[in-house]
C-alpha cells in the first residue's frame, strides 16, 4: 500500500536525522544557558575555548575555595593549556591576589595531579618550583605573572571557578 512509504527506510532515517539535528541544537542550548546560570553568581568571568573562568573577589583556603566552586556547578580553575593558563592570570590580575589552581600532591609527594585524579600535563612552574617548602607544600596557586607555586593549602587565595 502507498501509506507505507511514509514510515518506513529512507524516509523514516531522513526523519531520525532531522530529529537528531534538532535535538543537537536544543541541547546546545541548554548547555549555554546552563553555563550562563552557574557562572551568574560570579562576574569578571573569561571564557577561552569551551571553559569559562570566573570569579567574584571572594577568598577561601584551598578547600574553602574547591567547595565554594563545586557548590556553585563548577570546579576549581585548572590550566591545561597556556592560553587558559592566560585566561585565569587576566582574573588574577583584576583582583591583584594569587588564586589555587585544581592541582596538588596530597597523595604522592611531587607527582601534581588534576583534581586529585590525572596527572598534569601543562606546566607552568616559578623558577625553583615546585620545591615543597618546609615539606608542608601540596596546593599549588597561580602568581600575577601566571607562573605557578606549589604552596600550603591553608592560605587566603582568591577563589577562580570554572565551568
Ligand atoms: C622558599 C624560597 C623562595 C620561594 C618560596 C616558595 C614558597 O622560601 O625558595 O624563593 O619563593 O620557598 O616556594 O612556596
Ligand atoms: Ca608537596
Ligand atoms: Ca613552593
Redesign the pocket.
Known sequence: PKAECCVTGKHLQNQIRNLQGQLKSLQDIINKKHKGKTAKDFINGSQISEKLFAANGSAGDYKTSKATCSRAGGHLASPRTSSENGAIQQIIQRYNKAAYLDINDMETEGIFKYQSMEVIGYVNW?P????D?GGG?DCVEMYTDGRW????CEEERLIICEF
Open positions: 616559578a625553583g618550583e615546585p620545591n617548602t607544600e607555586n606549589d604552596r600550603s
